[in-house]
C-alpha cells in the first residue's frame, strides 16, 4: 500500500479555517484519496474522498494538488467538535477487499 | 436507519482465555471489516466478510476468526488471549465490497489481564 505521512498534531482556533495535509508521494494512478477522523471514544467516521479533483461535502473541502503527490483536508469553520484525529487514507480503485490502511493520524486540537 | 453496533462495549479477560465480540451492520449493508485499534495507535485491519465468506485478512495470526451470519451481524472470535491482545476492536459495514465508504461503530474495549 501506498503511504502517506501527515503532522502528529495541530491547532485551531474555533471558527477558523483548519488546513490539514498530506502528503502521499508514492501514490497510484488508481490511489482514491480518503480522508476518516474519529473523534474521542468513537470509531472512525468517514469526512471525504477524491481521486483528482477538488471535492466539496456538508462536512469538508478536499484539495487535491496537480501532480496528486498531496492533498489538503479544508475544515472551512472549526468547531470544538471537530477536535478529532483524521487519517488521510490511500485505497486503490478496485481493490478486491475493503481495506483501509490507517496511519497514526494529526491530532487536531480546536481552542474556544 | 440504525447504524454499526457492537456488544459489549468493554470487557475483561485474563491470559489465555477466549472471547467473542459481536457485531451488527448497518441496515442492508453486506460487507463487514473487523480492525484492531492499539492505545494511541490508527487501526489495523484483520479481515472482511462479504456474504458470509471471508474475503481479505491483514497480518493477524489464525487465533482471530471471524463469522458472518445470513443477517449479515458478524463475530470476531479472539482465541488464547495475550496481554498484547489489550485494544479496541472495531467492526465497520459497507453497502457492497470495496464501495468508498465504511460505516464504523464505537467499538469493544477489550482488557487481557
Known amino acids: 500500500d501506498a503511504k502517506t505521512t501527515q503532522p502528529n498534531s495541530m491547532e485551531s482556533n474555533e471558527e477558523e479555517p483548519v488546513h490539514l495535509p498530506c502528503n502521499h508521494s508514492?501514490?497510484?494512478?488508481?490511489?482514491?484519496i480518503h480522508w476518516y477522523r474519529q473523534l474521542p471514544s468513537q470509531g472512525p467516521e468517514y469526512v471525504i474522498h477524491?481521486?483528482?479533483s477538488n471535492v466539496n461535502n456538508r462536512m469538508a473541502s478536499l484539495a487535491i494538488a496537480e501532480d496528486r503527490k498531496s492533498s489538503t483536508l479544508i475544515l472551512h469553520r472549526a468547531t470544538l467538535r471537530d477536535a478529532a484525529v483524521y487519517y488521510c487514507i490511500l485505497r486503490s480503485r478496485g481493490t478486491s477487499y475493503g481495506k483501509l490502511t490507517f496511519g497514526q493520524g494529526t491530532i487536531l486540537t480546536v481552542h474556544p | 436507519e440504525t447504524g454499526v453496533t457492537q456488544s459489549p462495549t468493554h470487557l475483561i479477560k485474563t491470559r489465555g482465555q477466549q472471547v467473542t465480540l459481536r457485531c451488527s451492520s448497518q441496515s442492508g449493508h453486506n460487507t463487514v471489516s473487523w480492525y484492531q485499534q492499539a492505545l494511541g495507535q490508527g487501526p489495523q485491519f484483520i479481515f472482511q466478510y462479504y456474504r458470509e465468506e471471508e474475503n481479505g485478512r491483514g497480518n493477524f495470526p489464525p487465533r482471530f476468526s471471524g463469522l458472518q451470519f445470513p443477517n449479515y451481524s458478524s463475530e470476531l472470535n479472539v482465541n488464547a488471549l495475550e496481554l498484547d491482545d489489550s485494544a479496541l476492536y472495531l467492526c465497520a459495514s459497507s453497502l457492497e465490497l470495496a464501495k468508498e465508504t465504511q460505516y464504523f461503530g464505537p467499538g469493544t474495549r477489550l482488557l487481557v489481564l
Open positions: 508514492t501514490i497510484s494512478g488508481t490511489d482514491y
Open positions: 477524491g481521486l483528482t
